[in-house]
């Protein structure tokens, strides 16, 4: 679906002027153009503000930008890299060096956007730590380990940029009785290095409460996460919030899978468990939710 400039500058918090900027200036990206010559963009652009965004947080001058998005979308399907930065981690959590984890996560940040570091290192880490931690002895205590130190570098990386992100504003939290609230971090700061602007309640917040600050707030999206399937009660007082709210409402993590039909019947939408694909399916569905506005006139 095609969106003009105004939608997609409302979506990321990028003025237009500065859009056509990094079109005609930077060649970053591409519209299409309507005969009337206003521009229109598909979600791949949306994508591509978003990785840009996050590049320039990280100090990266726009002018070096689409180099390293060709550079990315070249070493997109080689896994190799990131197998053997895999294996140092789990090398590295399974004697316990945090030192050693830290140098090559400050490594790894330092060659590629955040997005991909959670996606290619962050958690098929975890993931290849949760098929094990109950078949190693230790294995509990390694999942603990470095849950804990990806928890800390999150915090810190998030307040080091909070109050940057300018775009649309969403509420996250996890589902009642969810404690586990790692997943979720992940997603808030790959959203606010996408300069979403982030409130994020974390763990076991009551729904009821999310009411309050919807109506306070007014978000374009409340973003919930979970691991286990949510009960009858749970889904009961999701669907009030679906209707009690003006807001989206999206629920991500294992439990959106678990129990897909169940939360879409609800009124929610269901994001799945990868952070990076949870938020571009999270922009595409706000774009489409924009009521249709006035193609903006440009020279």
């Known amino acids: 679906m095609p969106y003009p400039i105004r939608t997609i500058a409302a979506m990321t918090g990028v003025k237009p002027v500065t859009l056509r900027a990094w079109e005609t200036r930077y060649g970053l990206l591409n519209p299409i153009r309507t005969e009337s010559g206003h521009r229109l963009y598909t979600d791949a652009d949306i994508e591509t503000v978003q990785k840009a965004l996050a590049l320039r947080a990280r100090g990266i001058p726009i002018r070096q930008v689409p180099d390293i998005l060709a550079n990315e979308d070249v070493t997109a399907t080689e896994d190799e890299p990131w197998h053997g930065y895999r294996e140092r981690m789990m090398t590295a959590i399974g004697n316990f060096e945090e030192p050693e984890l830290d140098r090559i996560y400050q490594e790894v940040l330092g060659l590629y956007p955040i997005t991909s570091v959670i996606t290619d290192l962050i958690e098929p880490v975890l993931t290849l730590l949760g098929q094990r931690w109950d078949k190693v002895p230790g294995g509990i205590a390694e999942e603990h380990f470095f849950s804990t130190y990806v928890s800390h570098k ?19 939290s996890c589902l009642p009785d969810e404690i586990h609230d790692l997943g979720l971090s992940l997603f808030c700061l790959a959203a606010h290095e996408a300069n979403y602007r982030i409130i994020n309640l974390g763990a076991n917040t009551p729904l009821s409460h999310l009411e309050v600050v ?24 999701l669907r009030q919030l679906t209707t009690r709210t003006d807001s989206r409402v999206f629920v991500g993590g294992q439990a959106s899978l678990n129990a897909r039909a169940a939360i879409e019947a609800v009124g929610a939408v269901s994001l799945g468990t990868e952070p990076a694909v949870a938020l571009r399916n999270l922009t595409q569905e706000i774009a489409s939710q924009r009521p249709s506005r006035e193609m903006e006139s440009e020279s």
């Open 214 to 237: 919807c109506r306070r707030r007014s978000p374009s999206a409340v973003v919930l996460a979970g691991l286990m399937t949510p009960a009858n009660e749970t889904l009961q007082q």
């Open 154 to 172: 999150l915090k810190a990386r998030f307040q080091h940029q909070f109050g940057q992100a300018t775009g649309p504003m969403i509420v996250c």
